[in-house]
């Protein structure tokens, strides 16, 4: 068993191109081999009680292997597109705290999109289609500024969630720039864990609060 770990693990650092990945791929590798090898001596992953952030492991059933907050700035890591020139408060941009929830004629427009457990990459087809409806509008309606606010489920510490949430408001901000709208109206910002929209426990709890929402200026 440990020969064919260590040629597994061999075997998923040859296909890298560089130092980084490989050791990405080396410890994903590894967790997975972990858990088959567990699995195969009977151990389990009942749910318990957890005294603390730090025992967080997410759930068994979504297949979620956890991250260190290294991993996540590492994993989650990207080309940024730059900031916007101006911040909120400054040369005439608006303060933050003047931006506003979309009106309800505009909630189609601005919909939430929503992420998988650990995860800042827009899947959902309908939301994407979303996206560029609303890249769309920004183009045509060069008077608005968005603020895209990013937020997670109850799950991981504070910092980790902090830290993913800025990823999916990225994620967003990125995929409407790309799609044409001015990057220099879209602003973002983490809520983390700190705002959910269900105050359940539970998987859909969860999967409503991991979400990207919009807040809006129209001068």
Known sequence: MKRFVVAFLFLAASCSHNSSETWENMKTAGRYMQRGVDSMLGKDYDSRMLTSDEEFYGPFDDDFIPLEDADLRNQFSDAALPAPKGTPGQFGIPNLDTFYAPPEAL???FSSVHFNTDEHIIRDRN???ALM???DYLKKHPNVYVVVEGHCDER??????MALGMRRANAVRSFLVKNGG?????YTISRGKEQPLALGHGNEDWRINRRAEFRIFQK
Request: charged share 20%; proline share 0%.
């Open 127 to 129: 939301e994407i289609a």
């Open 156 to 161: 991981a510490s504070a910092s980790y969630n």
């Open 133 to 135: 409806h609303l890249s």
């Open 182 to 186: 001015d990057l220099n109206r879209i």
């Open 107 to 109: 909630k189609g427009v």
